[in-house]
């Protein structure tokens, strides 16, 4: 198992930039898919990124792609999500969450639920 605990949320402007980091607990850190998602009051939790267990390999969602960086450094075990151009559509919760390479009849990258481990979420707030 790995415990993730995110920080690096706040309250910003559209057009701001926020870095928000994931870090993970153990020693497996790159045994793991690592995606990013977030859930706004009375939305379902919706994907946002997610990043390979080495880093060659990263996925966005239409929302995010040309805005948002997923990476990661799997000697700090910790991963990142870089933020740019914020808009007030972007404000949430931003988990992240981490998944073992595990086979799956449906698409394991972006549905929520075949994501095993979670941290406790970091609040992001963009007013325009």
């Known amino acids: 198992q790995v415990q993730l605990v995110e920080s690096g949320g706040d309250s910003v402007q559209a057009g701001d930039s926020l870095r928000l980091s994931c870090a993970a607990s153990?020693?497996?850190?790159?045994?793991?898919?690592m995606g990013w998602f977030r859930q706004a009051p009375g939305k379902e939790r919706e994907f946002v990124a997610t990043i390979s267990l080495n880093g060659d390999s990263t996925y966005y969602t239409d929302s995010g792609k040309g805005r948002f960086t997923i990476s990661r450094d799997n000697t700090k075990n910790t991963a990142y999500l870089q933020m740019n151009s914020l808009k007030p559509e972007d404000t949430a919760v931003y988990f992240c969450?981490?998944?073992?390479?595990?086979?799956?009849?449906?698409?394991?990258?972006?549905?929520?639920?075949?994501?095993?481990?979670w941290g406790q979420g970091t609040q992001v707030t963009v007013s325009s």
């Open positions: 153990g020693r497996t850190f790159s045994h793991y898919l």
């Open positions: 969450a981490a998944r073992r390479p595990i086979y799956s009849s449906r698409d394991y990258r972006t549905n929520p639920g075949e994501y095993a481990y």
